[in-house]
Antibody, heavy 116, light 110 residues
Framework: EVQLVESGGGLVQPGGSLRLSCAAS????????MSWVRQAPGKGLEWVAN????????YYVDSVRGRFTISRDNAKNSLFLQMHSLRAEDTAIYYC?????????WGQGTLVTVSS | QSVLTQPASVSGSPGQSITISCTGT?????????VAWYQQHPGKAPKLIIY???NRPSGVSNRFSGSKSGTTASLTISGLQAEDAADYYC??????????FGGGTKLTVL
């Protein structure tokens, strides 16, 4: 059974940093693109970033490029999102998703709140 | 990176059919057959219900169907059931190797 479990969310002040993790199991992690998708409270889904199987190709939404970095550790079946210079508008539930053409499996999400 | 355009809400009675549209551009929906639809119930993670415009993942009811014409994709739900009440999102691959979602449509089953 495919499982994606996010962690690392919490309350952070504007301008702060946070690192999210996603532990994957139930499939051969190194064979798949992976993604982060976020959802602000009461709002719609927003794609944040993708990373290729080996980690060499990465793509970001314009609003986070230069502040967020997606990475992965295939030996540990883990996906990461390093977030810097956080803003109030980054407040959201952050979902880890497997990308097999489309986002076919999702985690339950981890909440990031940016507030003073 | 624009958001795809969906109606904010649609409604229908049990047993009826409804259609949700998703309008993009020639750089996303119109460029590839990589349009997907997701169902999200309150407090839950999204679930893939249609991929590659019109394909259903294993286990998804055949009451859900998808299509595309030009820069507009559509999701049709036939034989509406109470459990179909949820938010629905479309998404598309883009010509800049990114992904974009629609703003979401709230389906109310009357």
């Amino acid at each position: 059974e495919v499982q994606l479990v996010e962690s690392g969310g919490g309350l952070v002040q504007p301008g702060g940093s946070l690192r999210l993790s996603c532990a994957a199991s139930g499939f051969t992690f190194r064979n798949y693109w992976m993604s982060w998708v976020r959802q602000a409270p009461g709002k719609g889904l927003e794609w944040v970033a993708n990373i290729q199987q080996g980690g060499s190709e990465k793509y970001y939404v314009d609003s986070v490029r230069g502040r967020f970095t997606i990475s992965r550790d295939n030996a540990k079946n883990s996906l990461f999102l390093q977030m810097h210079s956080l803003r109030a508008e980054d407040t959201a539930i952050y979902y880890c998703a497997r990308l097999d053409g489309d986002f076919d499996y999702w985690g339950q999400g981890t909440l990031v709140t940016v507030s003073s | 990176q624009s958001v795809l355009t969906q109606p904010a809400s649609v409604s229908g009675s049990p047993g009826q059919s409804i259609t949700i549209s998703c309008t993009g551009t020639s750089s996303d929906v119109g460029a590839y057959n990589f349009v997907a639809w997701y169902q999200q119930h309150p407090g839950k993670a999204p679930k893939l219900i249609i991929y590659d415009v019109s394909n259903r993942p294993s286990g998804v009811s055949n009451r859900f169907s998808g299509s595309k014409s030009g820069t507009t994709a559509s999701l049709t739900i036939s034989g509406l059931q109470a459990e179909d009440a949820a938010d629905y999102y479309c998404s598309s691959y883009t010509t800049t190797y990114t992904r974009v979602f629609g703003g979401g449509t709230k389906l109310t089953v009357l």
